[in-house]
């Protein structure tokens, strides 16, 4: 019987633990360029089994909010090695969120200040977070977007690839693809946002293929071992719906399975609320997905996620549940959250006034146990 505490092999990536940290955006990346406080802020918590970075744009027009880091410049790259030789010198594993935003976005984000891009030209009932001219930071609703073109389909692939690459040649042990949150990806998944009649919209087939095309490139280029992906079966995050999620997203596990992965990372629920959240007519079935998944043959570790407390950890590895948890606000306030766990220590609490933007306060300077006398 395993546990939350053991080592795990996952794909070409071994982690000394199945404590991940999950994504979390901070904003504070200034000109999108990792910058030494990141660096400090990810090898403080280089004791997870995995850390998995806040989401990164691939490119400009993938940008969807001020100061959060990108993929697609080299001083961005230069910084993202900074923060990799850290992670790995305190013995750390560090994959990147690749992350294209779609039509969560502003045209002051934009290239040209131009529409942010979306499978459909419907506008997400969403904010975005912008740096004002005094530097401070404010939520803005998100811009109406256009439909891309389907002669621009393959230049956002090529974005995909020439990121994946970057990123492991700035040191990272592998890439995790955002397929969540009503980003562009889960745009083209969910029929509520996708209203294309080409080959990329109506049936989950076709809604389906933007994803697929990605995985694709990506596992070619850098290897399926070193490839994670993060969907989100239910979340109304970013105004995401689709009315019946269950097949859609056993279409998509099953044409993952052909992949042998590192791993499926599972947003159960409501990203940041609920786990049992419903969309559609029934519950959504989490042990059907997974089971779907491996009789398709998919051997990746499954990863999930959403408010996990300190025993639904444990026993969702215990039990088989799960073969990683991944924890976000814990991460934030307890740089040393594995010692925490694994001696059952009380835990730092996150100043949630502290989360987006900002410097060192509510992001560095939480103290580890051994500092708090
Ligand atoms: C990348 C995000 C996600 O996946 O939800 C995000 C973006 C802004 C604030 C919180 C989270």
């Known amino acids: 019987m395993a546990s ?24 504070r990346s200034p000109g999108a360029v990792p910058n030494t406080l990141n660096v400090t802020y990810y090898e403080q918590r280089a004791s997870a089994g995995l850390l998995i970075t806040e989401a990164t744009a691939i490119t400009h027009q993938g940008q969807g909010y001020a100061d959060v880091p990108g993929l697609y410049s080299k001083e961005a790259l230069d910084g993202w090695k900074k923060v990799t030789d850290a992670v790995h010198k305190a013995g750390g594993k560090v994959v990147v969120q690749m992350w294209h935003v779609g039509r969560i976005s502003h045209t002051d984000l934009q290239p040209n200040n131009g529409k942010p891009v979306s499978s ?17 930071g404010s939520f803005a609703e998100t811009s109406e977007p256009r439909a891309l073109e389907l002669s621009e389909i393959p230049g956002i692939i090529e974005d995909y690839r020439k990121a994946a ?15 969540a949150n009503g980003y562009l990806i889960d745009q083209f998944l969910r029929s509520d946002i996708n ?14 293929r933007f994803l697929f095309e990605v995985v694709d490139v990506i596992t070619k280029e850098i290897g399926a071992g070193r490839t994670g992906i993060r969907i989100s079966p239910v979340t109304p995050a970013n105004d995401a ?3 019946q999620p269950q097949p859609l997203f056993t279409y998509v596990v099953e044409g993952l399975a052909k992949y042998s992965l590192s791993y499926i990372h599972i947003i159960e629920g409501a990203t940041g609320g609920p786990r049992d959240f419903q969309q559609g007519e029934k519950p959504f079935d989490y042990k059907a997905l997974r089971t779907a998944y491996e009789q398709a043959g998919g051997k990746a570790a499954w990863m999930v996620n959403n408010g996990y407390d300190r025993q639904e950890a444990i026993d969702a590895v215990e039990q088989g549940r799960a073969d990683l948890v991944a924890f976000g606000k814990p991460f934030i306030a307890n740089p040393d959250l594995v010692e925490r766990l694994k001696e059952n220590a009380p835990l730092n609490t996150p100043d949630q006034a502290t989360f987006y933007g900002g410097g060192a306060k509510g992001y560095t300077d939480y103290p580890a146990l051994e500092q708090v006398a």
């Open 4 to 27: 939350l505490f053991d080592p795990i092999q996952i794909g070409d990536i071994a982690l000394a633990n199945r404590i991940v940290m999950a994504p979390l955006t901070r904003n």
């Open 120 to 136: 459909s030209a419907i506008r997400a009932k969403s904010k975005t977070y912008l740096v004002n001219e005094d530097g401070t």
């Open 165 to 179: 690459r970057a990123a492991i040649d700035a040191g990272f042990d592998g890439v995790e693809i955002h397929a």
């Open 195 to 208: 209203q294309r009649t080409d080959q990329y919209g109506g049936s989950i087939e076709n809604r389906a």
């Open 241 to 243: 719906s689709d009315p």
